[in-house]
């Protein structure tokens, strides 16, 4: 039973890789022509992977396994918890329904896009009233985990997080960060930033990509480097970690940021142990762990002093004019230049975090029936005074900028904040084990901190859930004190404040 | 039940190009360490489409619409046809032996490697005699077909095409061409071709390569260009026809003439009636008529002398040095050259038909009975010194160069030579009613030419069989002496004979 389960789910992962095969070529390059017929093809297979999701047969061995759970290895409990959760999540709820709800989404992120170009989130509202109502619908079918609706979300992108853990962490991370911005603002002083947006030829910014995901430690023979719109990692096979990115000749930084970013992603993935191969298992554990390791390399070595003391050279190799008669230290001060702003996705590493707390709060409201959608934009607004100091002139810069909420994807958006936590947790740790980070980063050596990672996140793929890693990977559970110091310590010094 | 045969081919053709994008990954660019988990998912949606391929529901919908063929629309009827042909093909063989042969074919394919690295017949010899054992066994379940075992195989890359007409028309080929060749031989005089092998940079022979793709009329909103060793074009959907060419700096005409060619397979893709779009009746109507309008473009556009004194200057812009000083007369020599050679690949446009007809002769006569595999190697070395005037020094040169023995690909070659004739006549036709093709060639403007293959030859994909394409598009059946006179003129000329 165990071995057939096994060969049930392997031929399940055949289909997602296939799948995930001819999204990758969507997004890098296939001819928009042929999207028409594409999606068939994608509907033809999603069909036959949903078919295989929810079969009885499945649900028929996992009940079977069940009732022995506690005899069976860990690695098949595991992947039977897993199994029944998804099982689950995709079995309870009626079909007519959920196809009713894709069409409701479908038109829903239609009329997000037209009121996000429009600034009227009226033409939003009446799809948003909907996707809430069909999300608070299925949480009736799925049943509320953690004693509430919304953490039933929660759970689903990171399991057993709930509101109580997030209000407590979100307040404390609060009370260090909104100080430290309001500080930076009121001192008016910024560092020269001029140098990062003077042009820098994309083939140059190629080979920089190319010379530093190798430097990073990420394997050439189990992945590749494409171009694409807006940038992902994504996994089609243990050994085949694919990431991608966008050049910007007037602002580099989207390429080598973006590709540092992702590749912390993908060395979580393609560092998997390999008994998990070809597993449901063997992945990311949960958005806020996987983020964790894409802004680990981002914010602690893709910001780190000693980091570009070593690399700096490539930039000024490939965009010589623009960084030749740079000093390093002028361009650090340039890349973490922190400032309140009104957009998420171009938010720096001090006042992202509170970008994400609005929506956490909203959300959380919003499910938790003390929230209308009609009073969104006004508590929106309210919100990123109280926590920014700025407010939106009008919706499309306030809450219509994210697509999250148009297909109906409450409780993701905690995610990118735990990352930001996790990641100095793990640093923290790291610390103890490696207290030569520093030097490490300046002799270009990084393979002791990768090693580490994979140590303690990235071998384990989903055999442990989120809180267990965390727990045996650095002694306690979550503690948003790592992130709040690293950033107080990093920012005073920064800006001399 | 015709829209239910429809609906169903129309599903097959989801699983076809999922696999081609599969296999388009597989051959530009995917990680090597991922191929082995990729096998498998090639095996699980190979393993699907051939259900559906074979099954009984298919079969009983053919002998339903079978019934009252006379009574269908055109389109249906053809696709009731086609459907039967692979239907019966795939199903006749009983699935044990066909997995036997699977099995056999992998070593078989294995040992030709081996025999060709180390010049060594007898590595591969007991295994060829397999292969050929296999197909005289599944002949005796397909049936033979225009009265004799090797008809069948031709029938399935060309249908309806038989040892009597490649007797025939291979005889007068081989009459015109080898004198030739001969004379040329004789005296001893050939083009300098020094600027052909000059370093010619990566990046500028794919952009040369983009331009003439545009120029030639390929739409890159429905395709793409991509590297890969061995090149190829490859058709994932109607509006998704995509090219792949690879760059050799000390040659630069394996990309620029691989891509020319590969357009020519392309454009004949790209220009079937939408109306045929999913169904299995959108693409080319055999091997020979697909390879007839690569070899047009090759040939009679790549090689004319006005399309070069258009597009010469593109050469001289990125790759000054090397063409800078070169007339065009010189260079059009120079890549019209022809002498004789052992390696079919290498061949030039003059013998390459020859190589063809040995391999043909041979295919045969293993077919027919009247030749054994151990007496290969010497009757092949025999054909070449006749046909060609030299003799391989050994097998890696002589019978063990191409693969399509290894995998069974018995009745293929054929389809090369008919795509040099297929284009001739073509070209013939096509003089009537375009009389200033040259003109066009020099102005650049190739429209009409393309439109006109659209016409004649595109746009009914595999609604016509071979030969009814051939006398509505031309007036006649197949005629080789339009290839002869082509090229006896042309090589007469060229070499002042």
Redesign the interface.
């Known amino acids: 039973m165990e071995q057939q389960l096994i060969d049930y789910v392997?031929?399940m992962k055949?289909?997602d890789?296939?799948l995930s095969?001819?999204y990758w070529?969507m997004r890098t390059?296939?001819?928009?022509?042929?999207l028409?017929?594409?999606a068939?093809?994608i509907?033809?297979?999603a069909s036959?992977s949903f078919q295989m999701a929810t079969a009885d047969e499945l649900g028929d061995m996992l009940t079977q396994l069940e009732a022995k759970l506690d005899e069976l290895p860990y690695v098949t409990k595991r992947l039977v918890e897993e199994l029944r959760k998804d099982y689950d999540l995709n079995k309870k709820i009626p079909v007519a329904e959920y196809e009713q709800f894709t069409i409701d989404k479908s038109r829903s992120e239609a009329a997000w896009e037209e009121a996000k170009e429009q600034a009227d989130f009226s033409i939003f509202a009446p799809h948003l009233e909907k996707m809430v109502a069909w999300k608070k619908k299925f949480i009736g079918y799925w049943g509320e985990k953690n004693g509430s609706a919304y953490n039933t979300l929660l759970d689903q992108y990171e399991p057993d997080m709930t509101t109580d853990i997030l209000d407590d962490v979100f307040a404390q991370v609060r009370s260090v960060i909104s100080p430290l911005v309001q500080q930076i603002v009121a001192k008016g002083q910024q560092p020269n930033t001029d140098m990062l947006f003077q042009h820098f030829q994309k083939d140059g910014q190629r080979q920089v990509a190319i010379e530093i995901l190798q430097r990073l430690g990420y394997?050439?023979?189990?992945?590749?480097l494409d171009e694409t719109v807006h940038p992902f990692m994504i996994e089609?096979?243990?050994?085949?970690i694919?990431v991608t990115t966008k050049y910007d000749e007037a602002d580099f930084r989207s390429a080598i940021f973006g590709v540092i970013h992702e590749c912390g992603h993908a060395l979580y993935e393609q560092n998997i142990d390999e008994s998990l191969?070809?597993l449901p298992l063997c992945t990311g554990t949960s958005m806020g762990i996987h983020e964790s390791q894409s802004l680990f390399y981002e914010n602690f070595i893709g910001r780190n002093e000693q980091f570009w003391t070593h690399n700096f050279s490539l930039l000024q190799q490939y965009s010589p004019a623009q960084f030749g008669d740079v000093a390093v230290d002028d361009f650090l001060k340039a890349i973490n230049f922190a400032k309140p702003s009104l957009i998420r996705i171009e938010a720096d590493e001090l006042t992202y975090v509170l970008h994400i707390i609005v929506r956490y709060e909203l959300e959380r409201d919003l499910f938790n029936g003390t929230l209308e959608v009609a009073d969104l934009p006004g508590r929106w607004n309210d919100l990123y005074e109280q926590y920014l100091g700025i407010r939106p002139a009008n919706d499309a810069e306030g809450v219509l900028q994210d697509m999250h909420w148009s297909d109906g994807s409450f409780g993701y958006f905690p995610s990118y904040a735990l990352g930001y936590m996790y990641a100095a947790q793990w640093k923290h740790a790291m610390d103890k084990d490696i207290p030569n980070f520093d030097e490490l980063c300046l002799s270009g050596n990084l393979t002791p901190i990768r090693e580490w990672l994979t140590e303690r996140v990235h071998r384990h793929g989903a055999l442990k859930k989120p809180f267990e890693l965390l727990h045996e990977g650095t002694g306690e559970g979550l503690n948003p004190t790592y992130l709040t110091t690293y950033l107080r310590d990093k920012y005073t010094k920064l800006y001399d404040l």
Do not use: C, S, W
């Not at 390059?29 to 042929?34: I, L």
């Not at 394997?219 to 590749?224: I, S, V």
């Open positions: 392997k031929k055949h289909y890789e296939a095969v001819l070529d390059g296939a001819p928009k022509k042929g028409e017929q594409r068939n093809v509907g033809t297979l036959q394997d050439f023979d189990a992945g590749r089609l096979n243990r050994n085949d694919r191969t070809g």
